[in-house]
């Protein structure tokens, strides 16, 4: 029973996952928020020594910035995007490559179950999205 319901909490994740949404602008703004709450949630999850959680949230990391390009069309501009990244589309697309590294190396620190290793590939990960932040979102 309790692992029907666990099944049914889990599909409905997947349905509502904010990557279905149809709006490139909406979408990426619902990504970016669930990549914001990963990284808060970090430390909280160290203290538990929930190593799990820690490796599942950079893998939805990761996926999200393997995506992200898609999802900034040149038909998608909006208030927070910076025209600047259909500028240097290569390299926007490459600070989204070191955001996908950076939360691989953090999964891979969760999975080591180090909470200062991980604590590192934390403000690793977070530096990589200031640097694409810094310049390219709209203030
Ligand atoms: C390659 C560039 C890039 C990377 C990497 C990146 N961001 Fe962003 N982020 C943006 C841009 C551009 C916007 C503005 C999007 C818009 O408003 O259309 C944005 C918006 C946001 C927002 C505001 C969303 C909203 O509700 O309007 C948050 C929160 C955010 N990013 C968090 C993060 C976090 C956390 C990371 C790292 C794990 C990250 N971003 C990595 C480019 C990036």
Redesign the pocket.
Known sequence: MKKQLLALLLLGLTLSSPALAADP?ET???N??Q??Q??KAVRGQIAASDWQAIADGAQK?ADW?EK?PEF?PASAP?????PA?WENFDD??S??A??RNA?LALKAAAESGDGDAIMGAVRT??G??K???SK???K
Do not use: E, P, W
């Not at 909006?78 to 910076?82: K, N």
């Open positions: 602008v990426r703004k619902a970016f928020k990549s914001g990963i990284l990391i910035a992200m900034f909006s208030r927070g995007a910076s990244i926007f697309k600070k989204a070191d955001n939360a990960l977070g990589t999205c640097s694409c932040h390219y979102q709209a």
